[in-house]
């Protein structure tokens, strides 16, 4: 059976927040990600994000960090994150795909790791660190912003620093993840890049009446046009505004984007499950990885052959990541011993966030 990938996952947000992820959930109320339900959906990759959140209410949490100017804060919060992902490939439970080698290598569940929000690199010298203990895609900002880019919550653009991390992240093959930058900010990555592009978890702003946090067409053509993915996000709101989402929305956005973009190899899956939504804000149908196989059927429905649903499954995000990953292959020597395991013995309540 084909397997398939994701291309956004709060995973070890999720744990720290609502449970032991290597344990199924014991209601699906609030979650359904777990290590179990992904292996169930028949999920053999997934882009694992390190999220740190920006602000003095989110200071408190494990995630969280003071603001752009708290670098000591943010290190913290994302190396707690890291070493959640450490401990649990120490345990066999997953691998952390560092090569391109590795996304083919089989074994337990394989991440990506993507960190969302960049304050926790302190600079060009310092993204080279973060790329020897595994990051390979970096969105420079989440909503709110960091020091190096504006978000979709606040519309300034690249800064200094920004401008010369994507410089170091061209160089260390680390993928741009689009989905939380400003129209200002995305507008100067891609003046500042000729690489690929990806937006792992985003929808179609036509479809939606506006909002930064969605993609514009014009966006949309320009992945496409460097042989990016736009990752499907399931989030009910980010689907269909002022009532109830349908798969028929989640379809709907598939079909726009292909249409936009001239293609359908653009099309992928960035589900962004439980991160800061609860299942019951996706569209009845698609409330766990065990559902999502419910898009083919309505895919093909629509005329799409055996290999487009095989590129939405999982192939398109795979060649984007072989790409990528055979930029900046580390040696064995490179690669920073992991940290020393996390305490899992008790989760915190989380802050509502996508």
């Not at 200071?59 to 943010?74: C, S, T, V």
């Not at 991440?111 to 969302?116: F, K, R, W, Y």
């Not at 912003?145 to 992240?169: D, I, M, P, Q, Y």
């Amino acid at each position: 059976m084909e397997q398939w990938i994701d291309g956004h996952l709060d995973l070890a947000y999720i744990h720290q927040g609502l449970g032991d992820i290597r344990l199924p959930p014991a209601t699906t109320e609030n979650r359904c990600i777990s290590l179990p339900s992904l292996q169930e959906g028949s999920f053999g990759i997934v882009a694992a994000t390190i999220f740190i959140e920006p602000g003095v209410d989110a200071a408190a949490q494990p995630w969280g960090y003071g603001g752009p100017d708290d670098l000591a804060g943010a290190q913290r919060a994302a190396f707690a994150q890291l070493a959640i992902y450490e401990s649990l490939e120490r345990e066999g439970l997953l691998r952390i795909i560092r090569s391109a080698a590795d996304l083919h290598a089989g074994g337990p569940l394989g991440i990506v790791l993507l960190m969302e929000g960049a304050d926790a690199i302190a600079d060009a010298a310092d993204a080279a660190r973060w790329h020897s203990r595994g990051i390979r895609m970096c969105g420079l900002t989440w909503a709110k912003g960091t020091r190096h880019a504006g978000g979709n919550a606040k519309g300034a653009g690249l800064t200094a620093s920004g401008r010369e991390l994507v410089t170091a992240f061209d160089a260390l093959g680390i993928l741009h993840d689009a989905s939380h930058l400003s129209d200002v900010a995305f507008d100067d990555l891609l003046t500042l890049t000729t690489r690929k592009v990806v937006a792992s978890h985003s929808n179609a702003r036509a479809l939606l009446g506006g909002g930064q946090r969605h993609i514009t067409d014009a966006q949309i053509r320009e992945i496409a046009r460097r042989g990016g993915v736009i990752g499907l996000n399931l989030y009910g709101t980010f689907l269909a505004s002022g009532r109830a989402a349908t798969i028929d929305d989640a379809l709907a956005h598939i079909d726009h984007v292909a249409t936009t973009a001239g293609t359908r190899a653009v099309c992928a899956l960035g589900s962004d499950f439980d991160g800061g939504f609860a299942p019951m804000d996706v569209p009845e149908g698609l409330r766990s990885p065990q559902q999502v196989h419910a898009l083919l059927p309505r895919l093909r429905a629509r005329n799409w052959s055996d290999r487009e649903c095989l590129g939405f499954i999982g192939r398109n995000w795979l060649r984007v990541l072989e790409e990528s990953l055979r930029v900046g292959e580390p040696r064995t020597s490179d690669r920073a011993a992991p940290t020393a395991a996390p305490d899992f013995s008790a989760a915190q309540p989380r802050s509502a966030r996508c």
